[in-house]
């Protein structure tokens, strides 16, 4: 049987903070159940870590090693600040709904129960409350955010515009967290690890296929491109042509200005396209003709006949 903790030793702010998410969530009506005082009084309990069951509900893969090392050092020495929340499976097992990193830490730190609030929830409630409180932490990679609000989509029909209420995001990130399960499966991971960070993902998804993203990911990893260099990356795959153009124009501002005259002259007098590549009084010149009618000007003007 769960111990309630003497009340001449609760922490007011530690009974307060367990309130957080509940205030997030709009009141269901739940079935009638039978309760303890304890549990209707909202006071944290202390329930042995043995009987809390792991949360099945649980959208983050990921726990980081070293940070779990940290917390539990913290609760070794202060104990578990804000509580837990748990559901009731019978008089002595619980089903964890949040603070699954607060419960893995108390077993590293060796401790044998945690303070807890007991929710009396449905599955349907718990797994909402576990999206919401993971999408409130800053700690969750791109990919897990993106399949939470997905869950929320799906499973509860949310809105895009309903899901930033509930999680305090704007809806704006929203959308673009969802955008990224348009990515290739393959890139989704390296999302996930880390090798490719929210903005390199946002650049690559302005790309027209599964193939063009895969392969501009992997440019991006080889020469390890900042995501200023992605977008510009990218943005040289969808308008090659106006990356030529800056890349004439740049060559242009580094050209001597009477190799770019007599450039000129000859474009003028062609009228054709006309480049001279010249390094130290030393080059070649390209003319640039589309036709028949071109080449000819081109012989005419080098005081060649043109051949009948």
């Not at 401790?111 to 807890?116: C, D, G, L, N, R």
């Not at 302005?206 to 510009?232: F, H, M, N, Y």
């Amino acid at each position: 049987m769960a111990q309630t903790t003497p009340q001449s030793t609760q922490d007011p702010k530690r009974r307060a903070l367990g309130k957080g998410l509940e205030s997030l969530l709009p009141q269901r009506p739940v079935a009638p159940v039978t309760v303890t005082v304890a549990d209707t009084s909202g006071k944290p309990l202390e329930i042995p870590l043995g009987q809390i069951e792991r949360n099945p509900f649980q959208t983050r893969t990921h726990f980081d090693e070293r940070q779990l090392d940290e917390l539990a050092q913290s609760i070794a020495a202060s104990g578990v600040v804000q509580p837990i929340v748990v559901k009731r499976l019978s008089d002595t097992t619980y089903q964890l709904i949040t603070g699954e990193r607060r419960w893995l830490a108390s077993a590293k730190a060796s401790k044998a129960t945690i303070p807890a609030i007991v929710r009396e929830v449905s599955d349907e409630q718990a797994l909402e409350m576990t999206i919401v409180e993971n999408l409130q932490r800053a700690d969750l990679n791109p990919m897990e955010q993106a399949r939470a609000y997905q869950r929320l989509s799906q499973e509860f029909k949310l809105t895009q515009e309903q899901m930033a209420v509930r999680t305090g995001k704007e809806r704006a990130s929203v959308s673009n967290f969802l955008r990224l399960l348009r990515l290739p499966e393959g890139v989704q991971q390296r999302v996930e690890a880390g090798d490719l960070s929210f903005g390199h993902a946002r650049a690559l998804l302005a790309l027209d296929s599964p193939e063009a993203i895969t392969s501009a990911a992997q440019k991006v990893l080889a020469l390890s491109l900042s995501v200023r260099g992605t977008e510009s990356y990218v943005q040289g795959k969808l308008n090659p042509e106006k990356k030529a153009a800056k890349a004439d124009a740049v060559k242009a501002e580094e050209q001597d200005p009477n190799v770019r005259e007599a450039q000129d002259q000859l474009q003028r007098t062609l009228g054709l396209k006309v480049r001279i590549e010249d390094k130290k009084g030393k080059g070649r010149v390209i003319i640039e003709y589309s036709g028949l009618e071109d080449f000819d000007a081109i012989l005419t003007a080098l005081g060649d006949k043109p051949a009948n």
